[in-house]
């Protein structure tokens, strides 16, 4: 099993910046990749970009240019850097871990970022 924490979601103004943690632990090694979704109200979940076991690391076009994933394995930890942040983007977000396997993944509890004035 794997246990992922989010944390560093808040309230930002249009133009700001946050920067989103995802803490792993547990059979770590299982994962072949992690990867950030969110959800907006009334909305599906949407996938922002994942980074994979070998550190490939994609993004979504809606994000690409403004987000930045990161991985830092001694702390077990993925990052996602959020800039030029717009009310758009206020969701709840999301840390998925994705099974070697194809199991079901596994999922954070979210984290809330509201981006307004």
């Known amino acids: 099993q794997v246990q992922l924490v989010e944390s560093g979601g808040g309230l930002v103004h249009p133009g700001g910046s946050l920067r989103l943690s995802c803490a792993a632990s547990?059979?770590?090694?299982?994962?072949?990749?992690m990867g950030w979704y969110r959800q907006a109200p009334g909305k599906q979940r949407e996938w922002v970009g994942a980074?994979?076991?070998?550190?490939?690391?994609v993004y979504a076009d809606s994000v690409k240019g403004r987000f930045t994933i990161s991985r830092d394995n001694t702390k077990n930890t993925m990052y996602l850097q959020m800039n030029s942040l717009q009310p758009e983007d206020t969701a709840v977000y999301y840390c998925?871990?994705?099974?070697?396997?194809?199991?079901?993944?596994?999922w954070g509890q979210g984290t809330q970022v509201t981006v307004s004035s």
């Open positions: 998925n871990g994705r099974r070697r396997n194809g199991g079901p993944d596994y």
């Open positions: 980074v994979t076991s070998g550190g490939n690391i």
């Open positions: 547990g059979a770590i090694f299982s994962m072949k990749a």
